[in-house]
C-alpha cells in the first residue's frame, strides 16, 4: 500500500509552509541527483527552532537569509533560539555554523553524530577517503572508479565548510518542549551512528530525518571504520520502533513528501530489503565481490557520488547475510573479500 500524501506540493525554495500547529515546512536545493532536501522550522516561545541546515551552497544561503527576515519581520522576538541537528550527513548539518554565527543559536546534536562529523572532516580515526578507498579495492572495485572517488575527496568538507566546535547533547527519549509542545528524541542507527528523530504526541507528528522516506530507501551503509557491521540488521531493528507509534502520525522525512502510514512504510521497506538479500544470495553460488554485485542491486548507471552510496549498500546486504548464516565471507592472501552461498 502507498502512503497517503496529505500536501502533494512542497514550498518554493525561501518560502515556507505550515503544516501543523507550529510546524513550517522549508524545501532546499542539493547538487545531487537527489535534488532537495526537506528542513523544518518549529515555533518556540521566544522565536523558532530550526531543524536541519541544508547543503552548503550560495543558494542555500540565499534562501535562509529570505526566510530569517521574514521569520524576524512577522513574529514579535522572532530570533532562531535553537538549531537541531539530526545527523551528520552535509544535507543536514552543512550550514550550522553558519546559522550559529548569523543566529547566535546552540547546536543540538548526539553524540554520534557530533564526533563522526569531526572524524570525516578531519579524516582521523579510519574515517575519510582513503580508508574508504581501501574498503572499497577490498571489495573488488575497480582501478577506474577508484580513480574518480579519490579525485572527488574532501567532498564531505564542501558541503560542511565548518562544524560548530561546541554543541549541546542529545540523548535517546530526551523531551525537548517547543512552544507548547513537547518532543521525544527517537535514536536510530544504520544509516549514520545515532540519528535523531523528533516526534511529538501532542501532535501527532513524527520528524524522521532519513530514518524514514516515504519512496527511496534510505542508504545503509557499511563504514571502513566499522568493516564487518551488521548495519542493515541496525537499521531494521530502528524502525521497527516505529510501528508502535499511532496510524495516524504525520510523518515529515528529509526527502519527498510529508505522508501518513508507518507500519506500511516499514513492512514495504523490510520487504524490499529482504528481496534485495534473496537475490544476492542466489547469485552468490559462486564467489563474488560487493562489486561485482552492483549490477544486481543497481541496474541502473551510477555516477561517482552514487557509487560511492552503492558499494557501502551492498556491503551492508553481504554483512547481514553473513551475520544471518547464509553467505561465508572469503578473504585471500591480499585481503581481497568476497562471500559465498553457505551449502
Request: proline fraction near 6%.
Amino acid at each position: 500500500m502507498l502512503p497517503d500524501y496529505p500536501c502533494a506540493t512542497p514550498p518554493a525554495a525561501g518560502e515556507t509552509l505550515q503544516l501543523a500547529p507550529g510546524i513550517h515546512w522549508l524545501r532546499m536545493p542539493l547538487p545531487f541527483a537527489l535534488n532537495h532536501i526537506n528542513l523544518w522550522l518549529l515555533e518556540d516561545d521566544d522565536g523558532w527552532v530550526i531543524v536541519d541546515t541544508g547543503f552548503a551552497l550560495d543558494a542555500v544561503k540565499d534562501c535562509w537569509r529570505q526566510i530569517l527576515a521574514r521569520l524576524a519581520s512577522t513574529k514579535p522576538g522572532g530570533k532562531v533560539s535553537r538549531i537541531i541537528v539530526t545527523h551528520f550527513h552535509p544535507d543536514h548539518l552543512g550550514l550550522a555554523a553558519w546559522l550559529q554565527d548569523l543566529t547566535g543559536a546552540p547546536l543540538l546534536m548526539t553524540l554520534g553524530e557530533y564526533l563522526t562529523a569531526h572524524a570525516v572532516w578531519h579524516e582521523v580515526g579510519g574515517h575519510g577517503n582513503q580508508p574508504m578507498l581501501r574498503q572499497f579495492r577490498a571489495h573488488g572495485l575497480d582501478a577506474e572508479r577508484c580513480a574518480a572517488l579519490e579525485r572527488r575527496s574532501s567532498g564531505y568538507n564542501r558541503g560542511v565548510p565548518r562544524i560548530p566546535d561546541h554543541y549541546q547533547r542529545l540523548f535517546a527519549d530526551d523531551v525537548l518542549t517547543i512552544g507548547k509542545h513537547r518532543w521525544q528524541v527517537r535514536v536510530g542507527f544504520g544509516h549514520s551512528p545515532e540519528h535523531a528523530a523528533l516526534y511529538s504526541a501532542d501532535l501527532g507528528v513524527l520528524i524522521s530525518g532519513d530514518m524514514l522516506l516515504p519512496k527511496i530507501s534510505t542508504n545503509i551503509s557499511v563504514f571502513a571504520v566499522t568493516p564487518t557491521a551488521d548495519s542493515l540488521a541496525d537499521f531494521l531493528h530502528s524502525i521497527d520502533a516505529y510501528r508502535e507509534l499511532p496510524s495516524e502520525t504525520l510523518v515529515l522525512p528529509s526527502h519527498g513528501l510529508p505522508f501518513h502510514g508507518i507500519e506500511n512504510r516499514v513492512n514495504a521497506l523490510h520487504a524490499h530489503h529482504e528481496e534485495r538479500l534473496l537475490v544476492l544470495e542466489e547469485r552468490c553460488a559462486t564467489p563474488r565481490s560487493a562489486a561485482e554485485l552492483l549490477i544486481t542491486l543497481f541496474s541502473r548507471d551510477l555516477d561517482t557520488h552514487q557509487t560511492m552510496f552503492a558499494m557501502g549498500e551492498a556491503i551492508a546486504h553481504l554483512n547481514r547475510l553473513e551475520h544471518a548464516g547464509r553467505l561465508l565471507r572469503l578473504e585471500d592472501d591480499e585481503g581481497r573479500v568476497r562471500f559465498v552461498r553457505k551449502s
